[in-house]
């Protein structure tokens, strides 16, 4: 039986939590950073900021327990707070990975931490919001680490109440979706060439955020419509060869939608759930690759998935089965998020897990002065550090076409 105000966890919570076999594994951490200028604030100042958003957003008092996510007892600001200096002139991307993937979660606390990486730059300094995935998806973090770090706004307490249910349409939507993402054609197509021997490689870019706004205000697409458009613009350029072959069509990637604003508004748990979407890298006009993709990610489609794949209740068995036969069953598959972020802030960007399956992830953030795109790839992937120039240059590509 389950104590009283713990919050069940949800499917995909379990599947985090046991995919790499351990809460303390940086590999499925993720983060959300956001450039400050100023000096670094000391650890008293950082201890004293954790306090006030823990007391904002009771969310970041839930550690994990037996049967769930349970209130701490004994949260102490503390135990969350982590200074990471480095030398002057590093570079501000590799400094934050470098800082989750060194500094480690303990189990019995919350899965989070709020770090603040300074020493590159006198006049600057970054706070990144860490947390386990488990904890939180993507929207989730963004959300919380937004709102109640951030901006010192209040976030209601998790609902241990929530009804969590996977009707029969839901399971065989996720049959679906697996069985896409399995597909062959599905698969990255990176020009050959020479391999890392393994782990995973980060890579960071600004995108012109002026250059969004033109192409969504001349087609009537979204942000994150235009940001997967670029990107099946980038791969296509990636491999050209690959995509000239009859029958070829394009790579199909997990498009994570969040369930967070249904389920669980108060931020806790990973609330989301996949839609398999496919970039028509084969098509070569720019403008035909946005408009098939402003159709597979219409509001309709994307609200069907939300409605029917809530998060499914199994035994525990099921789930580590599911760790195991994850990896194996998706090498070099490609998962994309584009996240929102209410900040006048000139430099947000998100550290997505590097947990290495073959393939990679990219994640987009976008405020309201610009665009900030993570690419994490493996390093099975050939010419992986190319793929960043080529998003440059697929995106003036689109924003031409749709000038024309």
Not at 12 to 18: C, N, P, V
Not at 318 to 328: A, E, G, H, I, Y
Not at 359 to 367: I, Q, R
Request: charged share 25%; with cysteine; aromatic share 6%.
């Amino acid at each position: 039986m389950r104590a009283a105000g713990t919050v069940p966890l949800t499917g995909s919570d379990r599947l985090f939590l046991g995919e790499v076999g351990s809460a303390r594994d940086h590999r499925l951490h993720i983060a959300l950073a956001a450039r400050m200028s100023g000096p670094a604030p000391d650890s008293w100042e950082l201890r004293r900021r954790v306090a006030e958003a823990a007391a904002r957003a009771p969310v970041l008092t839930y550690r994990l327990a037996r049967e769930g996510w349970e209130p701490d007892p004994a949260f102490d600001p503390a135990c969350h707070v982590v200074e990471y200096r480095v030398a002057p002139g590093r570079d501000v991307g590799a400094a934050v990975v470098d800082a989750v993937r060194e500094n480690r979660l303990l189990p019995e606390h919350p899965l989070w931490s709020l770090m603040v990486v300074h020493g590159y730059a006198a006049d600057e300094h970054i706070l990144c919001y860490r947390v386990h995935h488990a904890f939180q998806d993507g929207v989730g973090a963004a959300r919380i680490a937004t709102r109640a770090v951030l901006l010192g706004r209040t976030v209601p307490a998790p609902d241990p109440n929530v009804a969590v249910r996977a009707p029969a349409m839901a399971r065989m939507r996720l049959l679906a979706t697996a069985a896409r993402l399995a597909a062959p054609s599905a698969r990255l197509r990176p020009p050959p060439g020479r391999t890392g021997r393994s782990g995973a490689r980060t890579f960071f870019l600004r995108l012109d955020l002026a250059a969004f706004r033109e192409i969504a205000a001349a087609t009537g697409a979204s942000v994150p419509q235009v940001g997967l458009a670029v990107l099946a613009g980038a791969l296509r350029a990636w491999n050209p060869a690959h995509w000239r072959k009859a029958g070829r069509r394009g790579t199909t990637v997990s498009f994570p939608l969040n369930l967070n604003g249904r389920l669980r508004d108060g931020g806790l748990g990973n609330g989301a759930t996949t839609m398999p979407v496919d970039l028509s890298c084969a098509e070569p006009a720019a403008r035909e690759r946005l408009r098939g993709i402003m159709e597979q990610t219409r509001f309709e489609r994307m609200a069907v998935y939300r409605r029917d794949r809530y998060p499914v209740k199994a035994p525990a068995v099921v789930f580590r089965l599911l760790r195991w036969l994850v990896p194996k069953a998706f090498p070099g598959r490609m998962t994309v998020s584009v996240i929102g972020v209410n900040l006048p802030l000139d430099g947000c960007f998100a550290v997505p897990p590097t947990y290495d399956t073959g393939g990679g992830a990219v994640s987009m953030v976008y405020s309201d002065t610009t665009v900030v795109v993570s690419c994490v790839l493996s390093a099975a992937l050939a010419h992986g550090d190319r793929l960043p120039r080529l998003m440059e240059e697929a995106l003036e590509e689109l924003r031409r076409e749709v000038a024309q």
